[in-house]
């Protein structure tokens, strides 16, 4: 592997948190939390501070190991690869369902005469294709889209300022108190717990290894405040109520943006932005599971990555049979698939902690 800098690991690092905001983070927010779904998830994201710091803790332990040679190291040949592979099926979920996601946006919104299933293949084809490459090539990829997604954002948002009203973020804090922290948990989990991902890439093959902690915060800072103006955005342009009549509000948003003061429907231009970020997490976690599978150099990471992403298609093509049974699903069991990311989070650590001691001891 050969190394990347710490600004496309922030590029990686920023895909990782910010790509489940269309669809799944606001549907959940939107159905739990209502109007008070920027403060839902505010509190999320300080929640997720605790997952950030183990990560960061977890990355410093032998810096040139990745997070599953990490754990063959810790816990040895026969139990290592045990919770490497819970830890893959995991992500490989995880994969499923930001598929079925962005495939879903795509079709409902621009391909809706297209057949899921051809979305399905081109999507994934183009994820195998990118893995293949190797992490290096991901993070030049990533570090482009970024600046160009950052560029479209703050240009989208600057010409949305005038259509919010902040009336519709009002009253505050109109659930309940333990409905409100109960949404809360469910965005920690399935957007935070996640960037564990970000450890397959050891922290010596960062050209900058001082530089690792803190672009990772600034990475987690700046994706909590893109976000929290999505959020924001969304429901001060619309109201909670047509909020929740969109199935895509974030994009309906888009349709009221004027470039320049004169460029109309400019959305579609801007929703790139949404849909390449689902497809570089996406390739992320195909590369993730293959690294597990495949040995260090080994030849087969290729064809590896080429059988995941077909069982990827028919695994996703087989659950999901349209999106009212998507959402169900985001809402009701993927939150509690993902809870499981909290095992790896704790033994992991404290494994880490336990083994540090023994050495200073003797």
Not at 5 to 17: A, D
Not at 77 to 95: K, T, V
Not at 121 to 146: D, F, G, P, T, W
Not at 165 to 194: E, Y
């Amino acid at each position: 592997m050969k190394k990347i800098s710490y600004l496309e690991l922030s590029s990686i690092f920023l895909t990782i948190i910010i790509s489940l905001n269309t669809g799944i983070n606001i549907y959940i927010l939107k159905q739990t939390a209502s109007i008070d779904s920027w403060i839902a998830f505010t509190i999320a994201y300080a929640i997720g501070i605790i997952p950030l710091l183990l990560t960061l803790y977890i990355a410093n332990y032998h810096p040139e190991l990745n997070l599953f040679e990490k754990n063959k190291h810790l816990f040895g040949d026969y139990l290592g690869p045990i919770i490497n592979a819970f830890i893959s099926i995991i992500f490989f979920i995880i994969a499923m369902t930001i598929l079925y996601n962005i495939v879903g946006f795509i079709n409902t919104q621009f391909l809706y005469r297209t057949p899921i299933i051809i979305s399905t293949i081109l999507l994934v084809s183009l994820a195998i294709y990118a893995s293949i490459k190797e992490i290096n090539v991901i993070a030049h990829i990533s570090i482009i889209l970024m600046v160009v997604g950052i560029f479209m954002f703050i240009l989208s948002n600057l010409s949305l300022i005038n259509e919010i009203k902040l009336d519709n973020l009002l009253p505050i804090l109109k659930i309940n108190t333990n409905n409100l922290l109960m949404s809360s948990v469910k965005i920690a989990i399935i957007n935070i717990l996640p960037i564990i991902t970000i450890l397959i890439i050891p922290k010596n093959k960062i050209t900058n290894e001082k530089m690792y902690n803190k672009s990772l915060i600034i990475a987690y800072i700046v994706g909590f405040i893109i976000s929290l103006i999505t959020i924001i955005g969304t429901i001060g342009t619309l109201g909670i109520y047509l909020t929740k009549t969109f199935e895509f509000a974030e994009y309906m948003v888009l349709k009221k943006i004027k470039l320049f003061g004169f460029l109309e429907r400019t959305e579609n231009i801007i929703a790139t932005s949404y849909i390449t970020e689902n497809y570089l997490y996406l390739t992320v976690l195909i590369y993730t599971i293959s690294k597990n599978i495949s040995r260090k150099n080994d030849q087969t990471f290729k064809y590896t990555n080429i059988i995941i992403g077909i069982m990827l298609i028919i695994v996703t093509n087989y659950f999901f049979k349209n999106i009212t049974l998507f959402n169900n699903y985001t809402e009701n069991i993927f939150i509690y698939i993902v809870s499981l990311l909290i095992i790896p989070y704790l033994i992991i650590p404290c494994k880490i902690f336990i083994k540090n001691k023994c050495q200073i001891l003797k």
